[in-house]
């Protein structure tokens, strides 16, 4: 099993909706999770980290943790074609200090 | 700020060739990272620095991968002989006082012919 997995994509929802990327992890002790944004040929880009149970809102983007069932997941409302890219669930797992990067969920807008 | 700042962005070489990858992180970030990018693995953490001390290098691939941070500003991914499976994007990225919330570079793309 993979330490953070995701749906690799593409999803594809129409502008103005809501787009849902989901992530699950497998270190039950996991603490910190974040998600980044990574343009085609760019670099990945911290758009959000959350590190208790329950929501975190930031403007368009609301994030998503159930340490209880190792899911977080990020819901972008109003979807955008800007938004499209790939979405990358990061977790640093246990006690460990550094990141582990899921593969990223494609994400397209369309018109 | 700058951001954390990668040279050179694009690097063409051939197999056996040596290979060194800059980065300059974030002033004041104390966690530097370097990772490598590609379409088979994902982005994968090669090894990272604390304090310029390295932490863990459990993810550099072999003993033909060295990194050095002779100081707080400055950071070298070396790679010697590089060999065509090297080919990928290398993205050093930075934080300040924990490993959480990281800043990356523009990335270099490498390309071993």
């Known amino acids: 099993q993979k330490e953070v997995e995701q749906n690799s994509g593409p999803l594809s929802v129409p502008e103005g909706a809501i787009a849902s990327l989901n992530c699950t992890y497998s270190?039950?002790?996991?603490?910190?999770f974040f998600w980044y944004r990574q343009y085609s040929g760019k670099s990945p880009e911290l758009i959000m980290s959350?590190?208790?149970?329950g929501d975190k809102e930031d403007g368009r983007f609301t994030a998503q943790l159930n340490k209880a069932s190792q899911y977080v997941s990020l819901l972008i409302r109003d979807s955008q074609p800007s938004d499209s890219a790939t979405y990358l669930c990061?977790?640093?797992?246990?006690?460990?200090?550094?990141?582990?990067f899921g593969t990223g969920t494609r994400l397209q807008v369309t018109l | 700020d700058a951001g954390v700042i990668q040279s050179p962005r694009h690097e063409v070489t051939e197999m056996g060739q040596e290979v060194t990858l800059r980065c300059k992180p974030i002033?004041?970030?104390?966690?530097l990272f370097w990772y490598r990018q590609t379409m088979m693995r994902g982005l994968e953490l090669l090894i990272y620095?604390?304090?310029?001390?390295?932490?863990?290098d459990s993810g550099m691939p072999e003993d033909r991968f060295s990194a050095k941070m002779p100081n707080a500003s400055f950071s070298t991914l070396k790679i010697q002989p590089s060999e065509p499976r090297d080919s990928a994007v290398y993205f050093c990225?930075?934080?300040?006082?924990?490993?959480?919330?990281?800043?990356f570079g523009p990335g270099t793309r490498l390309t071993v012919t």
């Open positions: 620095f604390n304090n310029n001390v390295p932490i863990d």
């Open positions: 002033s004041g970030h104390d966690y």
């Open positions: 990061a977790v640093i797992p246990g006690t460990a200090s550094k990141l582990t």
């Open positions: 270190d039950r002790v996991s603490q910190s």
């Open positions: 959350i590190y208790s149970n």
């Open positions: 990225a930075s934080s300040l006082n924990t490993p959480r919330e990281q800043y």
